[in-house]
Nanobody
Framework: QVQLVESGGGSVQSGGSLTLSCTAS?????????WAWFRQAPGMQREGVAA????????????YYPDSVKDRFTVSLDNGKNTVYLQIVDLKPEDTATYYC???????????????????WGQGTPVTVSS
C-alpha cells in the first residue's frame, strides 16, 4: 500500500515561493504511476494542479498542468529520494489551500485531473498566502 507524506507548506507573502515535497513509501515514484498534486481551499472542491509520470515507456518525465497554473507551478520527482515536488512561484492569495499529493494509475495523468482517479492520498500540507 502506498503511503504519502507531504511537507513544505507554510505562510508566505504574496509574490513568494514554496516547494512542497511528497515522500512516497510502498511504491517507487519511477514506474507506471501518475503522481499528482491537488489543492482544496475551504468550501471549495479539490482541484488538480499538477501531475507527473516517469517510467520505462516515457522519454523523460511527462508533466501535466491546467492552464490556470502552468506558468507558476513546476512538478518534478527525485527517484533516489522517492519524492515528488511541487514548486510554486509568484504565490497569490488565491493559492491559499491545503495541498495534497496523490498516486494513481498511469492514465490518470492529464491536464484535467480527476480526484476520483487517485486511490492513495497524503494528509495534506497547508499553504497560506497573505497579501
Amino acid at each position: 500500500q502506498v503511503q504519502l507524506v507531504e511537507s513544505g507548506g507554510g505562510s508566505v507573502q504574496s509574490g513568494g515561493s514554496l516547494t512542497l515535497s511528497c515522500t512516497a513509501s510502498g511504491k517507487s515514484v519511477y514506474g507506471e504511476t501518475c503522481w499528482a498534486w491537488f489543492r482544496q481551499a475551504p468550501g471549495m472542491q479539490r482541484e488538480g494542479v499538477a501531475a507527473i509520470h516517469d517510467g520505462i515507456y516515457t522519454n523523460g518525465p511527462d508533466k501535466y498542468y491546467p492552464d490556470s497554473v502552468k506558468d507558476r507551478f513546476t512538478v518534478s520527482l527525485d527517484n533516489g529520494k522517492n519524492t515528488v515536488y511541487l514548486q510554486i512561484v509568484d504565490l497569490k492569495p488565491e493559492d491559499t489551500a491545503t495541498y495534497y499529493c496523490a498516486a494513481g494509475v498511469e492514465y490518470a495523468c492529464s491536464v484535467s485531473l480527476s480526484a476520483g482517479d487517485f486511490r492513495s492520498w497524503g494528509q495534506g500540507t497547508p499553504v497560506t498566502v497573505s497579501s
